[in-house]
Nanobody, 115 residues
């Protein structure tokens, strides 16, 4: 059974930084591209970033490019999202997924950007 567990969220001031993690089990992690999504209150699921299995290619939504960095550790079955220069509009529940649709995802970790 595939399990995805996100962690590391919290409350941060505008301009601050945060790194969130997603630890996986039940899948051959090193074979999968991995994705981060987010969902703000009363909004739909938004794709944030993608990383290929060997980290050779990363992609970002326009809204986070230059501020967020996706990375992975295949030995630890974990994917990360480092976020800098956070803005109030980054406030959302953040999910990792093994699917480009976001269909298989964890419970999420809340990131709140507020002064």
């Amino acid at each position: 059974q595939v399990q995805l567990v996100e962690s590391g969220g919290g409350l941060v001031q505008p301009g601050g930084s945060l790194r969130i993690s997603c630890t996986t089990s039940g899948l051959t992690f090193k074979m999968y591209p991995m994705y981060w999504f987010r969902q703000a209150p009363a909004k739909g699921l938004e794709w944030v970033s993608t990383i290929t299995p060997n980290s050779e290619i990363t992609r970002y939504a326009d809204s986070v490019r230059g501020r967020f960095t996706i990375s992975r550790d295949n030995a630890k079955n974990t994917v990360f999202l480092s976020m800098t220069n956070l803005k109030p509009e980054d406030t959302a529940l953040y999910y990792c997924s093994k699917d480009s649709s976001g269909a298989t995802r964890g419970q999420g970790t809340q990131v709140t950007v507020s002064s």
